[in-house]
């Protein structure tokens, strides 16, 4: 979950089942390297229990050689795309 110390890379809100998600992108200080991406609702990581019974909080990443190596060669912002991922997960599990 991104701090106060975390430079905010892309945020974007949805709604799902009456419910206001945030999906953030960020960088945090630790680990300039990598953009994460969180769902928050509420401020609080969402977990979400997958049909194998496996609950888990939900937060994705990627390293930004790899951001950039895929965009260059594909034209796919991987930062998107996870958040992309982050909102399909949270309508297909919860």
């Not at 990581?45 to 390293?63: K, N």
């Amino acid at each position: 979950m991104p701090t106060a110390e975390c430079e905010i890379f892309q945020t974007q809100t949805f709604d799902h089942k009456g419910t206001t998600y945030v999906v953030t992108a960020f960088i945090e200080p630790t680990s300039p390297m990598t953009i994460k991406v969180d769902v928050t609702q509420q401020g609080v990581p969402v977990a979400i229990t997958y049909p194998d019974g496996l609950m888990a909080t939900l937060s994705y990443q990627v390293d930004l050689i790899t951001k950039f190596d895929v965009e260059n060669k594909t034209g796919v912002d991987a930062v998107d795309d996870l958040m992309k991922t982050a909102e399909n997960d949270i309508r297909r599990f919860l």
